[in-house]
């Protein structure tokens, strides 16, 4: 069965540091790829996604993502994190068919500090 | 542009009570439509998933059970609740066919006592 897989549940950093939030997926055909992002009392929005071309996609914000097919990987990057990122941060894949359903990792809450 | 509504956005019910969630979706026609529940640390689990009136499948054998009655309405129900069942419920809907993004709504905070 299809999986995604969130390497770090819990993230802390102060305002300007540089973020990198893993996901890694198991599945050996034709993927799309999203990253959702749930700020504190608001609705679970798209932050980026990845359909083909470049593996290299900017989102909202300032994020960022690299699809890496070998890997089997798209990690979310932000160069300078700002108070507002804290959220919460869902990494999440769709294979490709009729029914558009969407496998989800686990979640990373973000924190940052001011 | 396209609304995603549910409600109530929270409601608490004691077990064994029935369930009536309900989501509607404006600004689009012939949706996929999606119920997830959201639990702490565990993401978002797919529930039910429908591609068409009527169309409705199953993901996780559960208490709960969907309905589509009409194009832009899904409805999520239980004829018993367990207090397993507590948890956020969201809704969501994409263009169809299907694999592209999905939009979600506002959710309902369901609480079983």
């Known amino acids: 069965a299809q999986s995604v897989s969130q390497h770090n549940h819990h993230v802390i950093l102060s305002e300007a540091a540089s973020l990198e939030l893993g996901c890694n997926y198991s599945y050996g055909g034709t993927v799309n790829l999203f990253w959702y992002v749930q700020y504190p009392g608001q609705h679970l929005q798209l932050l980026l996604k990845y359909f083909s071309g470049d593996p290299l996609v900017k989102g909202i914000k300032g994020f960022e993502a690299e699809f890496i097919k070998s890997k089997f990987s798209f990690n979310l990057r932000k160069p300078s994190v700002q108070w507002s990122d804290t959220a919460e941060y869902f990494c999440?894949?769709?294979?490709?068919?009729?029914?558009?359903?969407?496998?989800f990792g686990q979640g990373t809450t973000l924190q940052v500090k001011p | 542009s396209q609304t995603i509504h549910q409600w109530p956005a929270t409601l608490v019910q004691p077990v064994g009570s029935p369930l009536s969630l309900e989501c509607t979706v404006e600004?689009?026609?012939?949706?996929?439509l999606y119920w997830y529940r959201q639990a702490a640390g565990r993401g978002l689990q797919l529930l039910f998933y429908s591609v068409g009136i009527g169309q409705i499948s199953s993901e996780v054998p559960q208490n709960l059970s969907a309905s589509r009655p009409q194009d832009r309405q899904f409805i999520l129900s239980s004829k018993k609740l367990l207090l397993s069942d507590s948890g956020f419920y969201l809704c969501?809907?994409?263009?169809?066919?299907?694999?592209?993004?999905?939009?979600f709504g506002p959710g309902t905070r369901l609480t079983v006592t």
């Open positions: 969501a809907w994409s263009v169809r066919p299907g694999g592209y993004e999905q939009y």
């Open positions: 600004g689009t026609s012939n949706p996929n």
């Open positions: 999440a894949v769709n294979v490709i068919s009729n029914t558009g359903k969407l496998i």
